[in-house]
């Protein structure tokens, strides 16, 4: 396949690249580069980079491509609401035009990073794609609305699919701490302290951001009739914990870490256990490579390796909120 991917400098977009290169395909990138300066590791380059706004993205960038996984967004609920009506423009506005673009090029699928986060506060537990949604953020707005718009697009020639992502954790060349494990295992390395800003029973489904890479490039490759025009859930049903689950699993690997509950959100509204057995019915070989134990072993070991400390969790370069704060004027500008 020839792959475009937007947003292949990003926390997911890095290891996208690098499955996607392992198996063979030639990737085009696209990226702002707004968080240039922010890699931990080296990451694995596309075959062609074109440094550009998703929004300035032109048929002529699109043609000759298979598939274009679309990443580049304002990545996550805080971010979102720093700015909503860029988060609006950025995350809604140009996917969909993205989606008209490519399907103008003649790009045979589109796959959107979407969110679990569009089911905000669950009605009830195992929450599955027919569930009615309740987005509480700019962010989980804009990811369903995009869904909505991009959906009709749909034809013989055009399979939009809609990848509704767990929540993303685990080592990446790009590292980002500010999700929720990578944050709690980061504070404990940086205080000693596993800071739990919520009471900690709030309910999370959790995927390692590898994982979701390979779901990306499993979904391009499935036979179009099981996943045309379909918004699934990636994750699995055995990856749904509680914050104070995950504060239990860093405290297995530093027992010497306390855990502390700081109250800062309160009881967060943001409360959601999903299913995720679409998924392995349309993919049936497809399984996760991580389980939350698993990928916080490897997480906690790259951050000794690096010598993780108090300047890194309270840093600019692992916090995109903090990054974006310095240069929201390029993305305002463009």
């Not at 085009?28 to 080296?42: M, N, R, V």
């Not at 103008?104 to 796959?111: E, I, K, M, S, T």
Request: with cysteine; aromatic share 8%; net charge neutral.
């Amino acid at each position: 396949m020839r792959v475009f991917v937007t947003g292949h400098q990003g926390y997911i977009g890095s290891h996208l690249v690098d499955v996607l290169k392992q198996e063979g395909h030639a990737v085009t990138g696209c990226d702002i580069g707004l968080f240039d300066g922010c890699a931990w590791d080296k990451v694995v380059p596309p075959d062609r980079e074109l440094k550009k706004d998703v929004r300035a993205i032109t048929p002529r960038d699109l043609e000759g491509h298979d598939a274009v996984m679309h990443l580049a967004a304002i990545s996550n609920d805080p971010m979102g609401e720093l700015d909503a009506g860029l988060t609006y423009a950025v995350n809604r506005d140009a996917s969909v035009q993205v989606a008209k673009l490519a399907k103008q090029a003649g790009v045979a699928r589109y796959l959107f990073a979407g969110s679990c986060s569009v089911y905000g506060q669950g009605a009830k537990p195992d929450l599955d794609e027919a569930d009615p949604l309740n987005p509480l953020t700019a962010y989980a707005k804009s990811k369903i609305e995009t869904e909505q718009q991009v959906s009709p697009l749909a034809d013989n020639a055009f399979c939009p699919i809609f990848l509704r992502n767990a929540t993303a954790y685990g080592y990446s060349p790009m590292l980002r701490i500010d999700l929720v494990v990578n944050n709690l295992l980061g504070s404990a390395m940086a205080y000693g302290q596993i800071r739990i800003q919520s009471d900690g029973t709030p309910w999370r489904p959790l995927v390692h951001c590898r994982d979701i890479a390979r779901a990306f490039v499993a979904l391009a490759k499935a036979p179009r009739e099981r996943v045309f025009n379909k918004a699934i859930n990636i994750g699995a049903n055995s990856e749904n914990y509680r914050v104070r689950d995950v504060a239990d699993q860093v405290k297995r690997l530093m027992p010497e870490a306390q855990i502390t509950y700081t109250g800062e959100v309160g009881a967060d509204p943001r409360n959601y256990r999903v299913n995720f057995d679409l998924l392995y019915k349309l993919l049936p070989e497809f399984r996760l490579q991580y389980s939350l134990a698993t990928g916080m072993d490897e997480l906690y070991r790259a951050m000794a390796r690096h010598n993780f400390s108090y300047k890194d969790f309270e840093g600019e370069q692992f916090v995109r909120l903090r990054t974006l704060k310095h240069r929201l004027g390029r993305l305002q500008a463009a």
